[in-house]
Nanobody, 121 residues
Framework: QVQLVESGGGLVQAGGSLRLSCVAS????????VGWFRQAPGKEREFVAA???????LISDSVKGRFTISRDNAKNTLYLQMNSLKPEDTAVYYC???????????????WGQGTQVTVTV
């Protein structure tokens, strides 16, 4: 069992930045592939970025060049640095652990409760 708690969301103007954090507890975080997803109102949850236990990364085309995923295994923490934010980035952001590095939501087993990101014009 893994418990995940996201933080760092908030209200920001377009062009601004936020850094999301996801703290994991339970089993050994460093062994997991982990990722970020987001869900906007009325839309399906979509992949944002993922990072493997070996630091390999996957990034959605919609955020490539603006978002960076990273992890600090010593702190059991996953990060998502979000720059040049756009109103269309508004969503609830979730972190999750994966069976293996993947963009598919069905490959992720444990989920946090989410943190709201709202980007205003």
């Amino acid at each position: 069992q893994v418990q995940l708690v996201e933080s760092g969301g908030g209200l920001v103007q377009a062009g601004g930045s936020l850094r999301l954090s996801c703290v994991a507890s339970g089993r050994t975080f460093s062994r997991y592939d982990v990722g970020w997803f987001r869900q906007a109102p009325g839309k399906e949850r979509e992949f944002v970025a993922a990072i493997g236990w070996n630091a390999n990364t996957l990034i959605s085309d919609s955020v490539k060049g603006r978002f960076t995923i990273s992890r600090d295994n010593a702190k059991n923490t996953l990060y998502l640095q979000m720059n040049s934010l756009k109103p269309e980035d508004t969503a609830v952001y979730y972190c999750a652990t994966a069976v293996y590095l993947s963009v598919r939501i069905t490959d992720y087993a444990y989920w946090g409760q989410g943190t709201q990101v709202t980007v205003t014009v």
